[in-house]
RNA sequence: GGUCACGUAGCUCAAAUGGAUAGAGCAACUGCCUUCUAAGCAGUAGGUUACAGGUUCAAAUCCUGUCGUGAUCACCA
């Protein structure tokens, strides 16, 4: 067997220096061929015809021929219109296979290691952790799992928002009507103990609203009593008041305490946590400094802003006339911090497409102030996630918590399970089988558009998901199995071996996998790979189903299948657990 | 109203950034378990890529306009 090629692509570059004396070599247009046409990998030539001043015909011919030689005619073409396609002979496939089973071909190192940070979940401290939240960590949490596998070195980070006058919402509900409950004589998860006095706040003061109104007196809605005792609660939080500050870390303790628990089951961590109430406050030097260099201007409240209506944005406060804190000052403070204390060569905010707004105006700001580091910045944008009926966020206390939909999920995978599996009782599997679907399901929509989630109907475990690429992967663990006990391990690399059409339908897919990966990572998007890793298990069950694959009579072909499951085993591991999804051996 | 996204099969999503005859999965219908796991495989049906123009060898993709959906334009977070 001939082993010494190299990918057709580096062959068809050198061939048109050679050919047309060309340096550099014009921008070459490469994509996997369509299925409906034969070959592995196509030259589109239209491109080049242009450059090159010459007929497509002539350079499709003229670039063939000189691959199909350098191959050895292990390579053949074919013209179609303009498009050049090489299709890959038996011994190129071996060829492949080889290439595949080395170690190698899965370490992909895309570029030189850099330091990312990559915020992420970034709760507010005074409810459990909703939908939205749920898309944003698995988006965020794979994004991280996937550029620290192409070489990077990772920071995850999440910024809690424990301060303001939300916080005081839920204390002071507490403070009138949680008579010293807590959420473990309460038997709630934290996050939803606190959450649930959020929430009652937020009822109270509605009817104290709708009370204003009755009584005519509507121009005070924002003035509920309620809301005042609040607003007073904040300024003794402010003031550092004892009790209120005891009461504030006992609060946040439970709601830390049940988001750990959260993130424990979905199998997230962060580096780091940094909280609004420690960093708060960087921000207003940052906004002074800025208004000593005439950069910003105050008004005659005190209240400082930016003027960017020349960039096509509006004025923006970055200073209240209180001299107070809004999130724009203290997401210039975090930033710069951030640079100083880390050597980050890029730091990304996964946050929601309801802020573009706020990101771009940020980034802005900072290039006003003459930041060399804003082009490191990066806003990982991704769109809602909403119900069928409309948006999620409207009625309070009516959003879908992570933890309810993980816990349905355990259910409805246990239901399935146990009417089908080989296995008796396997809790650990039902865990697996849930929470992959559902972290399928988020990921292998692209981040930039919305999800619609029909909590009615959940999530499916067959079809495209999570589920079927288990059940593949496992089939594939039942498959070596049988290969030890049945086949002696030879070398088929010393063989003449014959690949079927089923083989090398299954071979093409494989070696897509690097690039795959690279442009996963490149373009901070999961459900690229999410959706691959389908493509791969739909490829191999096609192949299973019309070929025997282990067999005691044929031992170099079961050697054959053998590397080829091995192939895709390891490419649907790697890949899911980039997804930060396990897989089962058994099912 | 200004700005920014998005609009693909009945439903949920793809389409490697401008390439060939737009692909999957649900749901519906038809076949396939005496054979390595049927949570599977094969097949049928389903499309004027919201609409109208434009750019070029080539448009779901880029430009303009219209319509629709959503976000945003707070001394809220």
Request: aromatic share 12%; proline share 2%.
């Amino acid at each position: 067997m001939n082993d010494n090629f190299q990918s057709v692509e580096k062959t068809v570059k050198e061939s048109i220096i050679h050919i047309y004396n060309t340096i550099p070599c014009p921008k070459l247009y490469f994509q996997y061929t369509k299925k409906t046409y034969k070959g592995d990998i196509t030259l589109v030539l239209f491109p080049l015809s242009k450059q090159l001043h010459r007929p497509i015909k002539e350079i499709g011919e003229n670039i063939g021929l000189y691959v199909m030689e350098k191959f050895k005619k292990n390579v053949f073409y074919s013209i179609v219109g303009g498009f050049l396609n090489f299709i890959y002979q038996n011994d190129y496939y071996l060829f492949l296979l080889k290439k595949m089973i080395h170690p190698r071909f899965y370490q992909i190192t895309i570029d030189k290691t850099k330091n990312i940070m990559i915020e992420y979940s970034s709760p507010n401290a005074n409810k459990p952790l909703h939908l939205g939240h749920l898309r944003n960590i698995l988006i965020g949490s794979s994004i991280a799992n996937i550029l620290k596998f192409v070489g990077n070195h990772i920071i995850q980070i999440q910024m809690i928002n424990d301060r303001g006058i939300h916080i005081c919402k839920s204390m002071i509900a507490w403070k009138k009507f949680g008579h010293g409950k807590n959420p473990t004589n309460n038997k709630m998860k934290g996050d939803h103990f606190v959450g649930k006095y959020y929430n009652l706040f937020n009822q109270i003061h509605q009817q104290e609203v709708e009370e204003l109104i009755q009584k005519k007196q509507e121009n005070q809605r924002l003035d509920t009593s309620i809301l005042k005792e609040a607003r007073i609660l904040l300024k003794k939080w402010e003031e550092k008041e004892v009790e209120t500050r005891n009461l504030w870390k006992k609060m946040n303790r439970w709601v830390y305490d049940g988001f750990s628990e959260t993130y424990k089951k979905l199998g997230v961590y962060f580096d780091k946590t940094e909280y609004e109430s420690n960093i708060y406050k960087i921000g207003k030097k940052i906004v002074q400094k800025g208004l000593n260099q005439g950069l910003f201007f105050k008004k005659e409240d005190g209240s400082i802003w930016i003027d960017l209506e020349k960039e096509g944005f509006d004025k923006k406060l970055l200073l209240r006339s209180d001299q107070t804190s809004v999130y724009m000052t203290q997401d210039l403070g975090t930033a710069i911090e951030r640079f100083q204390k880390y050597n980050i060569h890029k730091l990304i905010y996964v946050v929601g497409n309801e802020q573009n707004y706020h990101f771009q105006v940020l980034f802005k700001i900072l290039k006003c102030l003459g930041f060399p580091w804003v082009h490191k910045l990066y806003h990982l944008s991704y769109d809602m996630v909403t119900l069928p009926g409309g948006k999620m966020k409207s009625r309070e206390g009516n959003v879908v918590t992570a933890d309810s939909l993980i816990k349905k999920m355990h259910e409805i995978a246990k239901k399935r399970f146990l009417t089908r599996s080989k296995k008796t009782e396997y809790e650990e599997s039902y865990n697996i089988i849930g929470l992959g679907a559902l972290k399928y399901h988020f990921l292998k929509v692209d981040p930039k558009k919305e999800i619609i989630f029909h909590p009615e109907k959940s999530i499916d475990l067959k079809g495209k998901t999570s589920t079927y690429i288990q059940y593949t992967y496992s089939r594939i663990r039942s498959l070596e199995k049988r290969f030890y006990n049945i086949c002696k391990i030879i070398n088929v690399f010393c063989h003449k071996v014959l690949f079927s059409e089923y083989d090398k339908k299954v071979i093409k897919i494989l070696q897509q996998y690097p690039s795959i990966l690279k442009k996963s990572s490149k373009d901070l998007n999961p459900s690229l790979l999410a959706n691959y890793v389908y493509d791969v298990s739909k490829i191999f069950n096609n192949l299973y189903q019309n070929k025997r694959l282990i067999n005691s009579v044929n031992t170099l072909y079961s050697n054959v299948y053998m590397h080829i499951l091995h192939i895709i085993g390891n490419i649907l591991k790697y890949g899911m657990n980039l997804l930060g999804i396990n897989m089962i051996d058994q099912m």
